[in-house]
Structure formats: structure tokens, C-alpha cells
């Protein structure tokens, strides 16, 4: 199949077969590497990214369900080489200890606070369910979402 996309913001067509795994697209056709391949079975939240504004594990995903979509992924996130209040965040609350997770958690954090700004701790620790930390850095990790999403508590 041809498949058209946009991934970042650009616009994207490639030729792939429809049972291609969106996270094998990204990572090799596209050399974005910052989403993570860790079960490859939709339970670990490495691969996540934002398709149509929904975190989702795109390991799981494959590329018959991605005509016309728009992909954002962790390279995505900065701005002009600047990184964003939440990447920041992470790095100011040391939530990243080997790193493997950070772009999976950072997807499914943002994807959180766009839909809703001031999320509650509940409502950030269910968004990362999904987003396994084999370093167990959920602490540190609760407390950059929860500082981005409210300033003036953290
Ligand atoms: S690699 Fe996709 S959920 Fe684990
Ligand atoms: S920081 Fe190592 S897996 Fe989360």
C-alpha cells in the first residue's frame, strides 16, 4: 500500500505493507528512534505516541489503520531545538534514570494535558498506567506532570 501520513507535523508517503507495525515505520522507515520497542505486545507503553490527539501503543498499530492519520512522537515535542515545559520538567523532577521509558511517559503525559490541562495526581497516574518504568521512577515522574500541570502547588 501507499500510505500518507503526517508524522511531526510533515507530511509523509511511503510504500509499506498494511500489517506493518507502526513502530518498525517510525523506527526504520523514518529513523525516529525515540520510541522504544520494549514487549512489543501492547504492555510495557515504550512505544507510545500520539495518533489523531489518542496516546497509543504503536506496536499495536498497523500501518492499514494509518491512512491520512497525524503521528506525533517524543521528537516531536521540542520546539526550535527548545525543549517543552513537560520534557523540562522531567529533567528539573530527575524523572529519567536510564531513559528507556521517558519518551513513552512523556507521550502519555502530553497526550493527558491536552485534553485536560490540570489533571488531578489520580487522573495522571491513571493516564500512565500503561507506561512501565523498569527503574521505578514513578514518584519523580507523577511529580514533573503534576508541576506542569500545577505550577504553583509544585
Ligand atoms: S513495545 Fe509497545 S507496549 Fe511494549
Ligand atoms: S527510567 Fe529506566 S525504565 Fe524508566
Redesign the pocket.
Known amino acids: 500500500m501507499i500510505l500518507e501520513m503526517t508524522v511531526n507535523e510533515k507530511p509523509v508517503r511511503i510504500e509499506t505493507h498494511e500489517s506493518r507495525r507502526l513502530?518498525d515505520i517510525l523506527r526504520e522507515d523514518l529513523l525516529l528512534t525515540g520510541t522504544?520497542?520494549?514487549?512489543?505486545?501492547?504492555?510495557?507503553?515504550?512505544?507510545?505516541v500520539i495518533l489523531d490527539d489518542v496516546a497509543v501503543?504503536?506496536?499495536?498499530v498497523p500501518a492499514a489503520q494509518l491512512q491520512g492519520t497525524r503521528v506525533e512522537t517524543v521528537e516531536g515535542l521540542e520546539q526550535n531545538g527548545t525543549l517543552s515545559r513537560l520534557q523540562t520538567a522531567f529533567l528539573e523532577k530527575g524523572a529519567i534514570q536510564c531513559g528507556f521509558c521517558t519518551p513513552g511517559m512523556l507521550m502519555s503525559a502530553e497526550a493527558l494535558l491536552r485534553r485536560n490541562p490540570h489533571p488531578t495526581e489520580a487522573e495522571i497516574r491513571l493516564a500512565l498506567a500503561g507506561n512501565l518504568c523498569r527503574c521505578t521512577g514513578y514518584v519523580p515522574i507523577i511529580e514533573a506532570v503534576l508541576s506542569v500541570a500545577n505550577p504553583s502547588v509544585c
Open positions: 513502530l522504544k520497542e520494549g514487549c512489543g505486545v501492547g504492555e510495557c507503553g515504550a512505544c507510545t501503543n504503536s506496536c499495536l
